[in-house]
């Protein structure tokens, strides 16, 4: 089983940004955590941050020749601003799990739609880091299920 991590603008700068809001770990320590529970958990995983909006469609649209079976995704900003993602999330046919490390429905209220929401299969918010923990247990055993396709 593979599955990708997709982190989007300013999450490269997780442990310097607002830690108070974000938490002190940085983008590499929760990879390395996330890495470790996909080798319990028997499956591969990938990671990929940019940026860049048009990064992040080209590596979308490249998961389905990866032969992908799963999506976590913390598209930070551009999940309130991005179409295009969303259109990249429909045109792959990948099932995948929103990830917000903080609670975005308590902050400013521009960060209450999502574009991506109800194309999901789950969204993980305010949880911090952990939420990216309890996103791969739930696609890896939702998928090895056959809840999810």
């Known amino acids: 089983m593979k599955i990708a991590v997709i982190n989007g603008p300013n999450i490269n700068l997780l ?23 996909a080798l319990i958990m028997d499956c ?8 860049s909006e048009g990064e992040i469609v080209d590596y979308i649209q490249l998961l389905r020749e990866k032969d992908f079976d799963g999506l976590i995704i913390n598209a930070a ?5 991005s179409i295009a ?25 521009f ?11 789950g969204v993980v918010s305010g949880l911090g880091y952990m939420g990216y923990e309890y996103a791969l ?5 939702a998928l090895k299920r056959g809840e999810i396709r």
């Open 85 to 109: 993602i969303r259109d990249a999330l429909l045109t792959i046919n990948i099932p995948f799990v929103e990830v917000h490390i903080s609670n975005i429905f308590k902050r400013e209220s």
């Open 77 to 81: 900003a551009y999940t309130h601003t």
């Open 15 to 37: 442990g310097l940004r607002e830690p108070s809001i974000y938490g002190d770990k940085t983008l590499k320590e929760i990879n390395e955590q996330l890495s470790n529970k």
């Open 44 to 51: 591969e995983i990938e990671f990929f941050q940019s940026n």
């Open 111 to 121: 960060r209450y739609k999502s574009y991506l929401s109800d194309i999901s299969v």
């Open 137 to 141: 247990d739930f696609l890896v055993k």
